[in-house]
């Protein structure tokens, strides 16, 4: 008769299994919710962009600079319209495999196991090698379904780098470029200066559209601030800068949004699906370092909207 070690190492085979296809199908249901917030999104940014006017009453250079800025926003929604494509819902996630051979315990005897093993219910009268087979196939498919369950948390930290975050990193650009044009408004034609501030506030309307998605599905931004030190996990450096005004490996310039998943995944928390691009400065003459008031914080920071 199989002894408790046996016993024991089939009820863990079958509770890891149980546990990873749970996980596989909620990443299902997951797909395939995206796939309808996708397309809200996209007719979010369309109906935004197509309701989006340039007065009349402008000067014709203030009219000039938001068509440029008009015309970054029609890009944002053609891209976003390629949302649903990107998920690449017409290769859907597989089903959990079925060879799995489930065995409970049965109810007159505790020892005994019952297995439906090819639509048939049969008694195991647990001799060694037949267990250790059942145990061989069973973990087989655990390791199908972990397989399975890889490809979709891959396919998705893809649809958030690849597809989410180009529209922010367009509209983050805008939204720098429409700061430039409110200071331009502000001291070349005072008399328009709120109604542009109205007209760009489009920007922060798309950004927030775009990060209820994000934090529906556990996606935070990292948005390091200046004077932040450098994390080479959570930022890419992309330039390196001189500023007195800033100690080594202090943070000078946000580039664009970096992001992270809120779960825990692979037994990481708030992993990085994609680091903050900055840039970093270094100058050849360092001042004594006062981390305390540069507003250092621990590693373990992550900034987020």
């Given at each position: 008769?199989?002894?408790?070690?046996?016993?024991?190492?089939?009820?863990?085979?079958?509770?890891?299994?149980?546990?990873?296809?749970?996980?596989l199908?909620?990443?299902?249901?997951?797909?395939?919710?995206?796939?309808?917030?996708?397309?809200?999104?996209?007719?979010?940014?369309?109906?935004?962009?197509?309701?989006?006017?340039?007065?009349?009453?402008?000067?014709?250079?203030?009219?000039?600079?938001?068509?440029?800025?008009?015309?970054?926003?029609?890009?944002?929604?053609?891209?976003?319209?390629?949302?649903?494509?990107?998920?690449?819902?017409?290769?859907?996630?597989?089903?959990?495999?079925?060879?799995?051979?489930?065995?409970?315990k049965?109810?007159?005897?505790?020892?005994?196991?019952?297995?439906?093993?090819?639509?048939?219910?049969?008694?195991?009268?647990?001799?060694?090698?037949?267990?250790d087979?059942?145990?061989?196939?069973?973990?087989?498919?655990?390791?199908?379904?972990?397989?399975?369950?890889?490809?979709?948390?891959?396919?998705?930290?893809?649809?958030?780098?690849k597809?989410?975050?180009?529209?922010?990193?367009?509209?983050?650009?805008?939204?720098?470029?429409?700061?430039?044009?409110?200071?331009?408004?502000?001291?070349?034609?005072?008399?328009?200066?709120?109604e542009?501030?109205?007209?760009?506030?489009?920007?922060?309307?798309?950004?927030?559209?775009?990060?209820?998605?994000?934090?529906?599905?556990?996606?935070?931004?990292?948005?390091?601030?200046?004077?932040?030190?450098?994390?080479?996990?959570?930022?890419d450096?992309?330039?390196?800068?001189?500023?007195?005004?800033?100690?080594?490996?202090?943070?000078?310039?946000?580039?664009?949004?970096?992001?992270?998943?809120?779960?825990?995944?692979?037994?990481?928390?708030?992993?990085?699906?994609?680091?903050?691009?900055?840039?970093?400065?270094?100058?050849?003459?360092?001042?004594?370092?006062?981390?305390?008031?540069?507003?250092?914080?621990?590693?373990?920071?992550?900034?987020?909207?």
């Amino acid at each position: 008769m199989i002894n408790m070690k046996k016993l024991i190492e089939i009820s863990e085979v079958q509770r890891t299994y149980s546990i990873k296809r749970k996980l596989l199908e909620e990443w299902k249901v997951q797909f395939e919710e995206l796939e309808v917030e996708a397309e809200k999104l996209s007719a979010f940014f369309q109906r935004n962009y197509e309701n989006k006017m340039i007065q009349d009453n402008f000067p014709p250079e203030l009219q000039e600079l938001l068509e440029n800025r008009l015309e970054g926003i029609r890009l944002s929604a053609k891209t976003a319209t390629r949302l649903k494509r990107k998920l690449n819902n017409e290769k859907p996630l597989e089903d959990p495999p079925k060879g799995f051979i489930p065995i409970k315990k049965t109810n007159s005897n505790p020892i005994l196991e019952l297995v439906e093993k090819d639509n048939q219910s049969i008694f195991l009268n647990f001799f060694e090698e037949e267990v250790d087979e059942i145990i061989k196939v069973n973990r087989d498919q655990v390791e199908l379904l972990q397989v399975d369950i890889e490809m979709a948390e891959k396919r998705f930290f893809q649809f958030i780098e690849k597809a989410l975050a180009p529209i922010m990193d367009g509209l983050y650009n805008g939204k720098l470029h429409a700061k430039e044009l409110v200071i331009y408004t502000n001291d070349s034609f005072p008399d328009y200066k709120t109604e542009v501030i109205e007209w760009v506030s489009i920007y922060e309307e798309l950004m927030e559209e775009v990060n209820k998605l994000l934090k529906t599905y556990f996606v935070g931004l990292l948005i390091p601030e200046k004077g932040d030190y450098f994390d080479e996990l959570k930022h890419d450096p992309i330039a390196v800068v001189e500023d007195t005004e800033y100690h080594n490996e202090q943070i000078k310039e946000l580039v664009r949004y970096g992001y992270y998943y809120k779960k825990t995944i692979n037994n990481q928390k708030n992993f990085i699906i994609r680091p903050a691009q900055v840039t970093v400065v270094k100058n050849l003459l360092e001042k004594p370092a006062d981390k305390e008031k540069s507003g250092h914080r621990d590693e373990g920071d992550i900034n987020e909207v």
